[in-house]
């Protein structure tokens, strides 16, 4: 259960957040979330490894790789060549001992599968997790988080009108869209696209709900239900002036760190997004990602 702040007025709204990054294990965030059913499932199974994917700015692998590590697990992470960089996510994952694989872009998927194969060939058991924790365990954990939220609201005796927090895989915008269905409430979940865009981003979102409802379950609702913005993919972050400085004003404000892939993106699609809406309850979700902001305070010095 992490904590839900109250941040007060904020351009016309009230706002709160969800400190994920709060989660205490690893520096937190969604992947920490994500991770924790995930290795439920490999100590109820016989795994000996594990084997999964993601950039050098990966979240979720850095925590994996964590978790493989005080577990006493082997962690293999197939990383795609293209995107290297000396981040403080990679840096940790060598410390928590992780096998990089690297592969070309167009060969990840090969990849995983000769890995997978080799390992089973040799004797071990691996256990493969999806890039960012993506699957229906992914979207449980989610589901979970919008539940704590409903308590939340419940002892605050507020309504959150509003919803937003930054969407990569879509698991975590499924797990919350599954738990707003499951309850039947009234909200606008908005996923703040970092890097997928329409339609491919919004679908990938769809077919998560789906995976987890069931088929039998009205379509209908689900579309009108999935909201996937992919307004501030392309040129921003990463050298956005705009994002660095929305970074700059909320660690300066509440003194919370914001990244330039992620929550910062996500934080500064919110403020464009409610331009024109007033007096409603917003709640942001921060989902994690603060090594990353020590890589963009290193980027900037
Ligand atoms: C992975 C990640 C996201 C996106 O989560 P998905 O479930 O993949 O959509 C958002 N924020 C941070 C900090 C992340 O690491």
Sequence with gaps: MTIIQDLGIYKNNH?????????????????????????????????????????????????????CCRRGKKCYIISPEECESDTFNRQMMSLFRAKIIYSSLDRVHNTIEDTLNELKQLGYKPYFIEGGGHGNIGTKAYVMCYHEIKKEEEKLGIHFDYIFFATGTGTTQAGLICGQLLCGD????????????????????????????????????????????????????????????????????????????????????????????????????????????????????
Excluded at 31 to 50: N, S
Excluded at 265 to 270: N, Q
Aim: glycine content about 8%; proline content about 2%; some cysteine.
């Design 15 to 67: 706002l709160w957040i969800k400190r994920e990054d709060l989660i205490p294990f690893s520096f937190g965030g969604n992947k920490a979330r994500k991770a924790q059913l995930f290795f439920q499932e490999i100590e109820k199974g016989d795994f000996d490894c594990v084997v999964t994917y993601g950039t050098s700015n990966s979240n979720h692998c850095r925590v994996i790789a964590n978790e």
């Design 186 to 301: 009234q909200r606008q979940i908005i996923g703040i696209s970092i890097a997928r865009k329409n339609p491919r981003g919004r679908t990938v979102v769809m077919e998560s709900v789906k995976s987890f409802l069931g088929n039998e379950y009205d379509a209908n609702i689900i579309e009108e239900t999935t909201i996937f913005v992919d307004d501030y993919t392309d040129g921003y972050g990463t050298s956005d002036f705009r994002v660095d400085s929305i970074i700059d004003e909320v660690l300066i404000r509440f003194g919370i760190p914001l990244d330039d892939v992620y929550t910062g993106k996500a934080f500064f699609g919110m403020t464009e997004y409610l331009k024109n809406v007033s007096n409603k309850n917003i709640l942001f979700i921060h989902t994690g990602g603060t090594p990353l902001f020590f890589d963009s305070l290193r980027r900037r010095k």
